[in-house]
């Protein structure tokens, strides 16, 4: 297993789980890579250096403004802006933005560099470093599991993550301090519904969760919608 090189003062000691998914897993069209995140890892730097990670199971892709079919509810359809200029870059990295100014979410950019697109992270199931997260989030260490990441500013509260400190980072480095995973988490059934939380670009089915997981933030629905069995969950 690798070992997430020294950042700043701090010296991670930790071994990290799986294999760091490369680039070209993320130089796709965001419909196409955000089913394939689920089972995957989102491992952070916690604090002191100890590895904190969850298994991605539940995402939305968000399409660029390239594409035929408009997708309103993606910051970057009209272009791009300071806010939303990781998204133009490279694909595999973290963008981060606040809602009511209080809260994050976070995202991985998609697409080849200039067109745009991501995927936005809705929920984890915890994996490592489970206290810290629950701390974070300032629940005991004996709340409910799925309170601690279940919903995309819970998420980001409970890895820590803020625009500040992880907007543009790349997630297919070795030397950052958050990165994606791939642990050999095993092909399972997925469903697929429309976007929640939005009031634009409702109907465009780009939600995606593992059926029947209990870490999926927003089950209203999601037994009645369609299904697929996931690709393998290697990375391609």
């Known amino acids: 297993m690798e070992k997430i090189a020294q950042i700043g003062v701090k010296n991670v000691a ?10 070209k897993f993320f130089a796709k069209p965001p419909q196409f890579v955000a089913p394939r995140l689920l089972g995957k890892l989102l491992v952070a730097e916690g604090e002191g250096g100890r590895v904190l990670a969850g298994r991605i199971v539940e995402v939305e892709a968000y399409l660029g403004p390239h594409n035929e079919q408009p997708d309103p ?3 970057a359809h009209r272009g791009p802006t300071p806010r939303n200029r990781v998204l133009f870059g490279p694909a595999g990295h973290a963008y981060l933005y606040s809602i009511y100014g209080l809260y994050y979410c976070m995202n991985v950019s998609c697409e080849q560099e200039g ?5 936005l992270l809705r929920a984890l199931e915890p994996v490592m470093g489970i206290a810290e997260m629950a701390r974070n989030r300032g629940l005991s260490e004996n709340a409910p599991l799925k309170m601690i990441a279940s919903g995309p500013s819970r998420l980001c509260l409970a890895l820590g993550l803020t625009r500040l400190l992880h907007n ?4 297919t480095s070795g030397t950052s301090p958050l990165q ?7 092909e399972a059934e997925i469903v697929i ?9 409702v109907d465009l089915p780009l939600r995606f969760a593992l059926r029947g997981h209990a870490h999926v933030s927003g089950p209203k629905g999601l037994e009645a919608a369609s299904t697929k069995c996931r690709r393998k969950s290697s990375v391609e």
């Open 193 to 201: 519904t429309p976007r929640i939380g939005i009031t634009r670009g």
């Open 73 to 75: 509810a993606a910051h």
């Open 115 to 119: 067109l745009a697109g991501c995927v």
């Open 14 to 23: 930790n071994e990290l789980p799986g294999r760091l998914i490369p680039r």
């Open 180 to 186: 994606v995973r791939d642990d050999g988490f095993p």
């Open 168 to 171: 543009g980072l790349d997630v």
